[in-house]
Every structure is written in C-alpha cells, then in structure tokens.
C-alpha cells in the first residue's frame, strides 16, 4: 500500500491532503523522514506524522440521522452537542461528508475514508442532496422560476436544482451546492423562514426509517452506488 493510501486509511484525511504532508516533510518511518510518494510501508514499520504514531483501521461507512440541535464537528465552542457524541467512544475517527446546521436534521455519511469523504463532497460530482423543508406559510408557487435559475448569496449564485410542492408549506428541494445554511437564506431572501429542514437522501442513500439519533453501517450496495456517483 503506497504511502498515500496508508495515511488515508489511518484516518488522516484525503490522498491528497496526505501527499501535501508528505511533501512538506512530516512524515517519517522509522524515525527517517519520508517524502518518497511511493514508498510503501508494512505492519512492521513505524510510521509518524509530527511525531505520532499512525495505525491504519478497519474502514468504516456509517449513515447518521443528525436530530436538531447537534453540530455537525467534532468540538464547539459553545459547548453545544456534536453529532460525534451520538456514537460509540470505541469508533475510529470519522468524517462527516458535509455539513447540518445546528437546527437542521437528517441524513448524514461518516467515514474514515478520505477519498471518499472528498469525493462525496467535491462540487465536481454535483451529487443530489434531497431535503424536506417546511416553511412558516404557504408557497407561492410562482416564485419557484427564480429559485431554480438562482440567485446571488456572498458573490455565488445559489441554485435550487429542483422543487417540488407536497402541501402548501411542505416542499422537497434537491441541490447539487454546498453553499452555507443554503436553503434557509434563499427562502428568506423570498420572503420565507424556514420551520424544519431534513435532510432525507443523499446521491442514491435514503435515509429511510432511521430513528433520530441513530446511526447504521452501510451496506456494500450503498457503498458501491456512492463510489460510482459520477
């Protein structure tokens, strides 16, 4: 396993971000500093990256439902709940593939595989995001128009990839950004505040019945059709 890879998979992040630590010299074996891209160390050696130890893990693909009120990091500053304590002390460290605000719920992926992670989150890819937004009175539908062809948030044009009308105030809203708190600021520049946002499908995962603050490990199917999103 080349050393890139064998980074990735101790959890240190994407092969990228991993070949920008070995270049910069952080990465030692055996005490000797490595900037050799294709060395490939084995369970034997000793590989560090600023002086700890590295240990690679199993990998390990868990879907979340966030409930509100949780913050998708590992710490906060306000000392508020993560999503990280709704999971067992003994997991190896993950990812969150993006991002639920504190009051937003739903569906998320955590992962210690960095490709995937960066995959999942690259604007490339414009992978759907599906979310049930519930609003504080009813839709004008006629409003739908300037949604889907976007508008400016922070110098970015915001894009709603689809709209769908459930009731009056229930809408399903399919992205393909990653643009912060999205969905609550383009409803508010129409006029609109947000009540409840769920987050109930990513790519072809569906969050299906999981109980809020639960978590499940993905099947290979899942993992598959998350690799092979294009």
Known sequence: MRLNRFLAAAGIGSRRHCDELIAAGHVTINGQVCTNFSAQPDE???VKVNGKIVRT?????IA???PAG???TRTDPKARDTIFDLLPAKFPRLFNVGRLDAQSEGLLILTND???AQRLMHPRYKIDKEYEVILDHAWEAALTPKLLRGILLDGER???AQLHTRTATRLRVVLRQGINRQIRRMFEVMGYRVERLMRTRIG???????PRGHWRPLTKSELASLRETR
């Open 44 to 46: 034997h050696d000793h």
């Open 57 to 61: 893990e199993q990998p390990l693909h």
């Open 64 to 66: 979340l439902h966030k």
């Open 70 to 72: 949780f913050v998708s």
């Open 114 to 116: 960095g490709d995937l």
């Open 158 to 160: 915001a894009r709603i």
């Open 204 to 210: 072809k995962l569906r969050l299906g019945e999981l």
